[in-house]
Each structure stands twice: as C-alpha cells, then as structure tokens.
Antibody
Framework: QVQLQESGPGLVKPSETLSLTCSVS????????WSWIRQPPGKGLEWIGNIYYSGSTNYNPSLKSRVTISVDTSKNQFSLKMSSVTAADTAVYYC?????????????WGQGTLVTVSS | DIQMTQSPSSLSASVGDRITITCRAS??????LNWYQQKPGNAPKLLIY???TLQSGVPSRFSGSGSGTDFTLTVSSLQPEDFATYFC?????????FGGGTKVEIK
C-alpha cells in the first residue's frame, strides 16, 4: 500500500527557509494530488497546499506568499519550501495523498516531522 | 475561508458508551465533510469521507451524517482504542479547513 515519509531538518533558524521532502512509495506520484499539512504542538491542523504531478498547485492564501510546493516525478517525491520562518511556524509537518475525483480528503498521511524554528 | 466549529472540544466517556461529535460549517459545504482520528504522537487517520462514507478498514461502529452546515460523527459503542482526538475537515472549497478537534477521554 502507499506510504509517505517526510524528511528534512528538524531545526531552522528564524528568517531562514524551511525545506521538507515527502517520498512516496507503493504508488505513482503521477496519479493523485499531494498535500502538505501542519500542526503546531498541541494545536489543530492547517492545510498548506496541494500539488499535482503536472506541477499545478493550490496554496492556502494565509501562507501563499512564503510557500512553494514542487514535485519530482523521477524520484516520486514532492517538496515544501517555506521562507522567512518565525517561531509561529514551529509545527509537525505532514505530507498526505489527496483523495481522487476532486474530493479533497487526505489519506494516507506520512508520520510527520517536527520542525522547530529557533536560533 | 469556511470556518469549521466542532463541539464539544472535549468529552469524557466510558467503554461501551455511544458518543456524538458535532461539526458546523460557516456556510453550506453540501456533503464535502471528512472526519479524522488522531492518537497522540501519530498522524491523523481518515475515518469518514463525503459526510457518511466509511473509509475501508474503519470499524462499522463509526458513522457520519449531515449535509449543508451541520454534521455529526457517532461512535455507537466506544472501544478502548477509540480514545483519541477527532477532527472534521471541509473539502468543498479552498482553502481546505479543519475543525479545532474534539478530544475523547476515558471517564
């Protein structure tokens, strides 16, 4: 079955760029939309954005100015870059597959990776 | 943005209890409502999509209903493994948004 695994630095300095990669196994990335979602410690979930294998993206307007999601079909991976981070960006970052047929539910999810923004 | 409001924010229940969690959208989302279960330290898991369709592998004691702005998640007989936090999510329009969560604790 499809599995997702996030990877990237667990500590990022304020004002720098957060970079994460999601590796997909058990399914072709060229089949669905894929998403990034985050969860600050002890808080709720926030959708960051989606990407299709073609490179078509949708972003949360609240983060759009700082976020870029890209895809590498040759590696079956997609990535997140978030610039000018602050402590408010400290969160567990999840990647997930988006339900097909225009139905934007998330299943499955990666295990998540904690990113702490601190000097 | 569509605001999703869950109630209650937490509840205490016993094994075998029937519980209901409510999710209200700030505008009609038709049946574009999904439910997730999250246990401490784990990623959320999809339980129900399109308001009432049980995801494969999810026990039948879970059910969902509603349309428009008001939705419910019901667990007919709470089991020990069901103590977790539950989130609703609207998939009607972007930005996709989640409810604040309902924590189900052991009484």
């Amino acid at each position: 079955q499809v599995q997702l695994q996030e990877s990237g630095p667990g500590l990022v300095k304020p004002s720098e760029t957060l970079s994460l990669t999601c590796s997909v196994s058990g399914d072709s990335i060229s089949t669905y939309y894929w998403s990034w979602i985050r969860q600050p410690p002890g808080k709720g979930l926030e959708w960051i954005g989606n990407i299709y294998y073609s490179g078509s993206t949708n972003y949360n307007p609240s983060l759009k100015s700082r976020v870029t999601i890209s895809v590498d079909t040759s590696k079956n991976q997609f990535s997140l870059k978030m610039s000018s981070v602050t402590a408010a960006d400290t969160a567990v970052y999840y990647c997930a597959r988006v339900g097909g047929g225009g139905n934007n539910w998330f299943d499955p999810w990666g295990q998540g990776t904690l990113v702490t923004v601190s000097s | 943005d569509i605001q999703m409001t869950q109630s209650p924010s937490s509840l205490s229940a016993s094994v075998g209890d029937r519980i209901t969690i409510t999710c209200r959208a700030s505008q009609s989302i038709r049946s574009y409502l999904n439910w997730y279960q999250q246990k401490p330290g784990n990623a959320p898991k999809l339980l129900i999509y399109a308001a009432s369709t049980l995801q494969s592998g999810v026990p039948s004691r879970f059910s969902g209903s509603g349309s428009g702005t008001d939705f419910t998640l019901t667990v007919s007989s709470l089991q020990p493994e069901d103590f977790a936090t539950y989130f609703c999510q609207q998939s009607y329009t972007m930005p996709l948004t989640f409810g604040g969560g309902t924590k189900v604790e052991i009484k």
